[in-house]
């Protein structure tokens, strides 16, 4: 069962930063035409900031501005 609460854990994780991304509007587009870019970012994000991060303790930025960081920085890598 805790093999699942994880899968579950990292499903509501990855849900949760590709809709940060979304709201953000950070890849300039509407949510249809953005989606899988942002959760691919997402997916990359979540390999880098796994669930066990202390954010407040670990980092001293707000979660959404690492996230908005993280991406920024993906979109430039991109276009590199």
């Known amino acids: 069962m805790k093999g699942n609460k ?8 990855l849900a949760l930063v590709t809709a940060v991304i979304l709201n953000e509007g950070l890849l300039h587009g509407s949510v249809c035409q953005t989606f899988d870019n942002a959760y691919k ?4 994000f979540v390999k ?3 669930l066990d991060t202390k954010w407040g303790i670990d980092y001293d930025l707000e979660y959404d501005e690492v996230i908005s960081n993280f991406t920024e920085a993906y979109i430039n890598n991109q276009n590199d």
């Open 6 to 13: 994880l899968t579950t854990e990292l499903a509501k994780e």
């Open 41 to 44: 970012i997402a997916e990359d």
């Open 48 to 50: 880098v900031y796994p």
